[in-house]
Structures are given as structure tokens and as C-alpha cells.
């Protein structure tokens, strides 16, 4: 089955950290570009992120610039995502993809997303 698991949300207070892992299974990673999504109640989906197949270039949103950092392993067919500093506004469902390429901090021509994840930042 070609899907993508993620784990590591949860509840956390202000300023608080989470990382959030992305498993690929049934297909290699490495070929993809892999972005990072969320979605916080009655708004859309937006990008936030996004990493390039070999790793060597990452981009972020404004909102998480300086607090968030993505990475990849590609040996593990894995990503992730450290969220630090958190604020309740990064309160979301996030979401992994692989897609085709970045432009900017979001991928584009998305093959595959993970299930998503509950961030709930708050006291």
C-alpha cells in the first residue's frame, strides 16, 4: 500500500515544542519533494513549508520562519518537521506530502498526503 503515516502531534502549551514525523511506505522518497500543510478549523489548507528531494534546499512560510525546521532522511524514507516556539495560532491539523517540486515554501503536483496530524497549541 503506497501511503504516508504521520505522528507526533499532540497538546502543548505556548512556547512548547513538537516534531512531527512523516513515514513513507510502498515508495521511495527520495524522488519527491516534501511539504508540509496545515489546516486550522474554518480555514484552508495552506503550505508552510517545503524541502527538496536531495534536501539541500528548504523554504518556510513567514508564520514559522525561524521556529520550524524541516528535514529528511531519505535512507529512512522519512521527514519531519520541528515545531518550536510554538504559538496557540499554530493550533492546525498538518499534513506531509510528496510532491513533484517546491516553489518557494510550497510543493506543487502532490502525489501523495498523509492523514494529518492535531497540533492544539494551547494553556
Known amino acids: 500500500q503506497l501511503q504516508l503515516v504521520e505522528s507526533g502531534g499532540g497538546l502543548v502549551q505556548p512556547g512548547g515544542s513538537l516534531r512531527l514525523s512523516c513515514v513513507a511506505s510502498?515508495?521511495?522518497?527520495?524522488?519527491?519533494?516534501i511539504g508540509w500543510f496545515r489546516q486550522a478549523p474554518g480555514k484552508e489548507r495552506e503550505g508552510i513549508s517545503c524541502?527538496?528531494?536531495?534536501?539541500?534546499?528548504?523554504n518556510y512560510a513567514d508564520s514559522v520562519k525561524g521556529r520550524f525546521t524541516i528535514s529528511r532522511d531519505n535512507a529512512k524514507n522519512t521527514a519531519s518537521l520541528q515545531m518550536n516556539s510554538l504559538k496557540p495560532e499554530d493550533t492546525a491539523v498538518y499534513y506531509c506530502?510528496?510532491?513533484?517540486?517546491?516553489?518557494?515554501?510550497?510543493?506543487?503536483?502532490?502525489?501523495?498526503w498523509g492523514q494529518g496530524t492535531q497540533v492544539t497549541v494551547s494553556s
Open positions: 510502498g515508495f521511495t522518497l527520495y524522488y519527491y519533494a
Open positions: 506530502a510528496a510532491a513533484s517540486w517546491c516553489s518557494g515554501y510550497v510543493s506543487h503536483d502532490v502525489n501523495y
Open positions: 524541502i527538496s528531494p536531495s534536501g539541500d534546499s528548504t
